[in-house]
């Protein structure tokens, strides 16, 4: 991983990070049950001593109170802004930046630093969104005008997301099925058939699944947006395997640990505990493993080689835009025109 001036400074705060506490509500009162005064105070105050905690309580609050989604934001989204908001104030911190009254090249030297340092210019975005977040709370609690990052210039990347970070091959997908027990085999199913998100697929219910339609109703889609998606004829007969263990009444419904309601199909809900049943089955197969994400983008390549539909493909994936698809999860053979263009 690529480091960047102030990188080093995260590492002590990397455990609070995770310890997502309570409700995105319950953290946002924190701030909006303060009098309009005193938010202000403890603001300038976390501001004027670099008090990363505070600072990231503080953007926390403002993004369930003001944000897009609000209360509504998911675990990953505040996640991924508290880690952003941390690595700005320490870059802040080791530059004697004042964050009250950022100097006007400030900004713009922050994402230098980073992209000096290697970082690619979509994860530099997703640290200048966090950095932006931070300045709208503090603005909000009537610290601060300023707004630093509003004119910021990050160069975009040209290369396509499915060339930076491929889909699996169909050996790859073959091999590791091969390998897989029950589980690990319908999870790699829902993914790289169903062309789920590996949240989508943790948050599936018994009930969501329609084996005799080959159906699956996804829930809780990216943006709250439910779908229906189609099984295919492999992936139907997984989730009859899975559901004749492991559903209410099946011999491994009450085995092992479960941490999740028993409604829900898998026992777990985290995706470090997805990653490491699958994983078993990838190195029983000596595949690398390299995340779930890939398990989506070969649903939509091979979909999309097969159909030639953008739309179709986006609406399979759960893309709301059709370039999203074009840009990062399906990708026609170089000479996929070579049999229209036999006859001229």
């Known amino acids: 991983m690529a480091h960047f001036p102030g990188a080093r400074y995260a590492a002590p705060h990397v455990m609070t990070l995770v310890q997502y506490q309570g409700n995105l509500l319950s953290q946002t009162r924190e701030w909006t049950n303060l009098h309009d005064e005193e938010l202000r105070r403890r603001a300038v105050k976390a501001a004027g001593e670099k008090d990363s905690p505070a600072l990231v309580s503080l953007a926390v609050a403002y993004l369930g109170h003001q944000g897009g989604s609000g ?47 290697g970082r690619a210019p979509a994860g530099v975005q997703l640290k200048v969104a966090a950095a932006g977040c931070l300045y709208r709370a503090l603005r909000w609690a009537g610290a601060t005008e300023a707004d630093p990052f509003r004119d910021v210039k990050v160069p975009k990347d040209r290369t396509p997301g499915i060339v930076k970070r491929p889909p699996y091959s169909e050996d790859d997908i073959a091999d590791v099925i091969e390998q897989a027990d029950v589980q690990a085999k319908f999870l790699l199913f829902l993914t790289a058939h169903a062309g789920l998100r590996i949240s989508e697929a943790l948050a599936l219910e018994w009930q969501d699944l329609d084996e005799s339609a080959r159906r699956i109703h996804v829930r809780s889609g ?112 170089a000479d996929d025109l070579k049999e229209d263009l036999s006859g001229w």
């Open 222 to 333: 990216k943006g709250r947006k439910s779908r229906i998606v189609a099984m295919s004829s492999s992936l139907g007969r997984a989730a009859r395997a899975y559901r004749t263990q492991f559903a209410p009444g099946g011999p491994e419904h009450d085995t092992g640990h479960r941490t999740t309601p028993p409604e829900r199909v898998f026992r777990y809900a985290s995706v470090m505990t997805a990653r490491y049943h699958i994983e078993k089955a990838f190195k029983a197969a000596g595949v690398p493993f390299r995340g779930f994400h890939p398990g989506r983008k070969y649903a939509g390549t091979k979909l999309l080689r097969q159909i030639k539909d953008f739309g179709r493909v986006a609406a399979h994936l759960g893309h709301e835009s059709v370039d999203t698809t074009r840009r990062g999860y399906a990708q026609l053979a």
């Open 71 to 117: 209360v509504l934001s998911s675990p990953r989204t505040v996640e991924a802004y508290a880690l952003g908001v941390r690595q700005f104030v320490a870059y802040a911190t080791e530059q004697a930046i004042n964050l009250l009254r950022p100097g006007r090249h400030d900004a713009q030297g922050y994402v230098n630093a980073m992209l000096a340092a």
